[in-house]
Every structure is written in C-alpha cells, then in structure tokens.
C-alpha cells in the first residue's frame, strides 16, 4: 500500500482530531501485513464510544498503544481491532455491524465485505485497512487523492469543447474517457454539462452514419464532499 496515499486519505478524515498520528497508525499497519493471515484494521474518529456501543460483539481492552508481539496475537482472533487515530487499541475481535446492499462486491470475501458495509454507516469517523493473508492491505473506503477544482473543471471544459464542428470522434473518446476517469470528484453541473455535450457529439455521430452510443451517462457521487478538493 502506497504510504503517501494513505497519509492523504488520513489526513483528510482525522486531521481536526486531536491526538491523529497517522505514522502511528502506519507502524501498525506494517506489523499487522507481516502477520501471514488475514485481519481488519478499523480507526475510528471515536474507537471509545464505538467499543462500548458495540458492546458484546467485541472484547475490550484498556486504550493503549499494541506492541508488535500484542498486534500479532490480536490479528490472530477473528473480527477486526479498533484503534484510535492516535494508534491506541480500544478493542479486539470486533464483529463490525453494517445494512447489507451497500457497497460491497459479490466477488469478493466477508472480510472485505463486512468492512465495506460499516464504513457506508461511519464513511466520515474511520478508516478501515483490511489485510489479506498474502499481507497485501487495501484502504476501505476506496482511497481517493485530494485534487484541484480548476483541475477537474479543465477536465470537464476540454471534453466540452471536443463537441465543437468539426468533431474528431477519437480526441473526444479520450477526453470523455478522462472525464469518466474522474467520475467521482464531478458536481452535478458538471455532469449535466458533460451529459449534454456528449450528446451533440452522439447525434452527429449518428447523422453521419456511423454508430452511436445511446444514454451516455455520468453522475455525481454520494460522497464527494469539501475534503476531497486542494482549493
């Protein structure tokens, strides 16, 4: 897992709390990937009160900091440890709760899954790191890059403007394609502006005769929030 990528998204969820130590948190997820099985990290804005609401469904444990032999034996235990940002251990053998149907993959395991299923309940109070058995650590929710407003507007003009006469179809598809890319940071203008030129670029597609792509669509996501952009 990428070291940088993970302060950022650290950052950007615990960075007004008190106490936030991201390098202490990294200490733990590198002990934890060197485990040889699979677990679940879960830092949570508030790893007290989540420990006492989830009440038998976890073992708690005086707050304070694991040592690796600690860690070792903790991830050994099914279900998940909640940490404190400030990289205290609240609690071991978590069952995490969560409403089914959310945004979770079929293809993938209950360990990914259940983590996926809590953080859409908690998305701006934790982080989650899950740990498979080959040591490999992915961050739930899905890790995203803080970027620049003008940035992702030029991304959006430049499309626009590739559905000005005269059109080149394949410098369009890859401004398209790049906008699609950066789906998730789009506001709701932003997608009806794409939305719309797409389609002035799929009609005279069309009128033209070749073939055109009917109910191009781009939407704004749920969880864009002023976190997410550098400006």
């Not at 040591?135 to 995203?144: A, D, F, H, L, Y």
């Not at 109910?215 to 400006?231: K, Q």
Request: net charge negative; hydrophobic share 40%; with cysteine.
């Amino acid at each position: 897992m990428d070291h940088a990528l993970f302060v950022d998204n650290f950052e950007r969820i615990f960075g007004g709390t008190p106490g936030a130590d991201a390098e202490a948190v990294w200490a733990l997820i590198e002990t934890a990937s060197n485990q040889g099985h699979g677990t679940m990290l879960v830092i949570h804005r508030d790893a007290l009160g989540e420990t006492a609401r989830l009440g038998d469904q976890a073992v708690r444990i005086e707050p304070e900091p694991l040592p690796a032999n600690a860690l070792a034996a903790a991830t050994s235990i099914d279900g998940a440890i909640l940490i404190a940002p400030n990289g205290d251990c609240h609690a071991i053998g978590v069952i995490l709760d969560g409403v089914a149907g959310g945004s979770g993959d079929p293809g993938r395991g209950a360990r990914f899954n259940s983590a996926n299923r809590y953080a859409d309940q908690h998305r701006s109070d934790c982080l989650i790191l899950v740990v498979s058995d080959d040591g490999s650590v992915e961050i739930v929710p899905q890790p995203r890059r803080r970027v620049s407003r003008s940035f992702i507007e030029q991304v959006v003009v430049e499309a626009e403007q590739s559905a000005i006469e005269p059109i080149d179809y394949e410098r369009s598809a890859r401004l398209f394609s790049r906008a699609e890319a950066h789906q998730f940071y789009l506001s709701e203008a932003q997608c009806a502006r794409l939305i719309s030129a797409r389609k002035i670029i799929e009609d005279a597609k069309l009128s033209g005769g070749y073939l055109s792509l009917v109910g191009w669509v781009v939407a704004p996501n749920r969880w864009l929030d002023d976190s997410y952009f550098l400006d």
